[in-house]
T-cell receptor, first 112, second 115 residues
Framework: QKEVEQDPGPLSVPEGAIVSLNCTYS??????FMWYRQYSRKGPELLMY????GNKEDGRFTAQVDKSSKYISLFIRDSQPSDSATYLC????????????FGTGTRLQVTL | GAVVSQHPSRVICKSGTSVKIECRSL??????MFWYRQFPKKSLMLMAT?????????EQGVEKDKFLINHASLTLSTLTVTSAHPEDSSFYIC???????????FGSGTRLTVV
């Protein structure tokens, strides 16, 4: 069993839809959770960074963490064609500069 | 925000030659740099962790003599692919934590093609 599970998609939605991206994990040592967006042939771009269980909102993006269920989500409201990319969840333990463990990434396509 | 500048973005080299990839932290000091390799439509695979002033730590299965990592200063880490072969062709990305406990910042990646 992988430490982090993420549905690879592809996920296709119409413009304006609400997108829900999810990851589950098995390692209870993970304390910090991140969502990255990666366009083709580019480095990942940090979208959201969370520590506590609960919700964190930034513009059209909301990150949700449920440590008791070992489940994290990223919601994208009013999705745009420019949101079409691969979304990677990542997480790490509490140690200083500890390495990230990534999900496999979900490919999202937002259509006009 | 914190920026990691990675160069070159693309490089084509002949088999047997060496290629150096640089990652610079522009507005913060990176005591640690992570180096990844990514295959098409796959997630990132951690190759090694470099720490300023000490030897890099390589992940299992990564040849340290082929992938030389140097972290000589708090703002520069380099990855040198030595005696490159076509199977080394890939997308290489670096990453660093700008502040303790913060989300990690990634470079823009280097696409290496060995012919």
């Amino acid at each position: 069993q992988k430490e982090v599970e993420q549905d690879p998609g592809p996920l296709s939605v119409p413009e304006g839809a609400i997108v829900s991206l999810n990851c589950t994990y098995s390692n209870s040592a993970f304390q910090y959770f991140m969502w990255y967006r990666q366009y083709s042939r580019k480095g990942p771009e940090l979208l959201m960074y969370t520590y506590s269980s609960g919700n964190k909102e930034d513009g059209r993006f909301t990150a949700q963490v449920d440590k008791s269920s070992k489940y994290i989500s990223l919601f994208i409201r009013d999705s745009q064609p420019s949101d079409s990319a691969t979304y990677l969840c990542a997480m790490r333990g509490a140690g200083t500069a500890s390495k990230l463990t990534f999900g496999t990434g979900t490919r999202l396509q937002v259509t006009l | 925000g914190a920026v990691v500048s990675q160069h070159p973005s693309r490089v084509i080299c002949k088999s047997g030659t060496s290629v150096k990839i640089e990652c610079r932290s522009l507005d913060f000091q990176a005591t640690t740099m992570f180096w990844y390799r990514q295959f098409p439509k796959k997630s990132l695979m951690l190759m090694a962790t470099s720490n300023e002033g000490s030897k890099a730590t390589y992940e299992q299965g990564v040849e340290k003599d082929k992938f030389l990592i140097n972290h000589a200063s708090l703002t520069l880490s380099t990855l040198t692919v030595t005696s490159a072969h076509p199977e080394d062709s890939s997308f290489y990305i670096c990453s660093a934590p700008p502040r303790q406990g913060d989300g990690y910042t990634f470079g823009s990646g280097t696409r290496l093609t060995v012919v």
